[in-house]
């Protein structure tokens, strides 16, 4: 079946310095998946943080980047500066399109950014 | 924005009794979703729910587990009975189901089994 693997546990980053949450996916039931990372702020429902459905493209929104690497599958999530407010957890996920979309999700990566 | 509203957010029930979580979900949207996720491990797909079937349920979808959405009110999942392994939080979730459409989720309700 289809799955997501990405960096386990909690990263802490320092306010202002770079960060990467890596992920690789494996779609067996998909011939061409939409990769999307979603985000948890604390006390908050999942919500999407970007997405690209096309292979070698860029996704991007406040400040985060993720490409999507079909050779390699992965779609690593990069942000040069993180911000104290960036702490969550985030979710790398696969799916289909329209009423496929069904995601599978990675465990999470928990994100602690100190001032 | 949108919202996918999950009442209520903690649950503690006996084993062996029933159960319903309740999900009210974004008002035009009509395809609904059910995830489970239990503590340290991932979200995974339970069910997804489409004019008024089941579209495709996980192996996670016991026998014990049956979902409905009465005439447009609450997208609920019944769990009767509960074992003490349906122990998790259960996220629902809703999208319109059009191609690139954005899936909204709830914050999720914790159910305890004791």
């Known amino acids: 079946g289809d799955s997501v693997t990405q960096t386990e546990g909690q990263v802490t980053v320092s306010e202002s310095k770079s960060l990467i949450i890596n992920c690789t996916y494996s779609?067996?039931?998909?011939?061409?998946?939409?990769l999307f990372w979603y985000v948890r702020y604390p006390g908050e429902g999942l919500q999407l943080l970007l997405k690209?459905?096309?292979?070698?493209q860029k996704g991007s929104s406040r400040g985060f980047e993720a490409t999507y690497n079909k050779e390699t599958t992965s779609f690593h999530l990069q942000k040069a500066s993180v911000q104290e407010s960036d702490s969550a957890v985030y979710y790398c996920a696969l799916g289909g399109s329209g009423g496929n979309y069904k995601p599978t999700f990675g465990k999470g990566t928990s994100l602690v950014v100190h001032p | 924005g949108p919202k996918v509203l999950q009442i209520p957010s903690h649950q503690i029930i006996d084993m062996g009794q029933m159960v319903t979580l309740n999900c009210d979900p974004v008002s035009n949207h009509l395809y609904f979703y059910w995830y489970k996720q239990i503590l340290g491990q991932q979200m995974e797909f339970l069910v997804n729910?489409?004019?008024?079937?089941?579209?495709?349920k996980s192996k996670l979808f016991k026998d014990q587990f049956s979902v409905e959405r009465p005439d447009g009110s609450y997208f609920t999942l019944k769990i009767q009975p509960t074992a003490l392994e349906d122990s998790a939080v259960y996220f629902c979730?809703?999208?319109?189901?059009?191609?690139?459409?954005?899936?909204?989720f709830g914050k999720g309700t914790r159910l305890t089994v004791v």
């Open positions: 779609a067996t039931s998909i011939a061409y998946p939409n």
């Open positions: 690209v459905i096309t292979a070698g």
């Open positions: 729910f489409y004019n008024g079937k089941v579209m495709e």
């Open positions: 979730a809703s999208s319109t189901g059009t191609a690139n459409t954005e899936v909204f």
